[in-house]
């Protein structure tokens, strides 16, 4: 059974303090894991899709990394309006099913 | 309207009562989605309709009944639902011939059984 993990649960930062959220995932045959934000009572927001091991893609404050076992939300000097839940999902199979993590919600104080 | 919109998005209906949201498409995609969100757990895939088609049911109680006129409009038809079934309905799209298939969400239907 495909499993995504996402930690920690949540975190809090100050304006400009960097981090990184953690997605790690057992699953058979990865076809691709994405990375969404998601604002109190509004549908989540795709960021990021990555394929292969090694991949990295960035948008603004944001890098996201993957490696075969895990992937690594960074974001740089965060401010406010980057508060928000962070879902992290794996998509598996011949019909790209997706899972989901439980996610990570960041507040960052000003 | 761009992108995935839902209606309502706010619903509160008892338990005998008969209600249906909906969910409309404007990417041009050929797949849509129902997933289900509580408080506390992650996103669970209801219904995944391909080409107008539906292929994937998880184990979804009979009370919940999608309905996929078209490959821009999912529906979904609730009766008789639990006070359990009050969550955030979201609605999903993707393009399945495309490598990747991501999927885009609306901005979701809050529902509360009483």
């Known amino acids: 059974e495909d499993q995504v993990t996402q930690s920690p649960e949540a975190l809090r930062l100050q304006e400009g303090e960097s981090s990184s959220l953690n997605c790690s995932y057992t699953?058979?045959?990865?076809?691709?894991l994405f990375w969404y934000r998601q604002d109190p009572g509004k549908g989540p927001e795709f960021l990021f899709t990555?394929?292969?091991a090694g991949e990295e893609k960035e948008k603004e404050r944001l890098k996201a990394t993957l490696t075969k076992k895990e992937s690594f939300l960074h974001i740089t000097a965060p401010k406010p309006e980057d508060s928000a839940t962070y879902l992290c999902?794996?998509?598996?199979?011949?019909?790209?099913?997706?899972?989901f993590g439980k996610g990570i919600t960041l507040s960052v104080r000003p | 309207e761009t992108g995935v919109t839902q209606t309502p998005r706010h619903l509160v209906m008892g338990m005998t009562n008969k209600k249906s949201l909906k969910c409309e498409q404007h990417?041009?995609?050929?797949?849509m989605y129902w997933y289900k969100q509580s408080a506390k757990k992650p996103l669970e895939l209801m219904f995944v309709?391909?080409?107008?088609?539906?292929?994937e049911n998880n184990s979804v109680p009979s009370r919940f009944s999608p309905e996929c006129p078209n490959s821009s409009h999912l529906f979904l038809h609730l009766h008789t639902l639990q006070p359990e079934d009050s969550a955030l309905y979201l609605c999903?799209?993707?393009?399945?011939?495309?490598?990747?298939?991501?999927?885009?969400f609306g901005p979701g239907t809050r529902l509360t059984v009483l």
């Open positions: 999903a799209s993707s393009q399945r011939d495309r490598v990747g298939d991501t999927q885009y």
């Open positions: 990417l041009g995609h050929n797949a």
């Open positions: 990555l394929y292969s």
């Open positions: 999902a794996v998509a598996t199979g011949a019909n790209s099913k997706l899972t």
């Open positions: 309709y391909s080409l107008e088609e539906r292929v």
């Open positions: 699953v058979s045959g990865l076809r691709g």
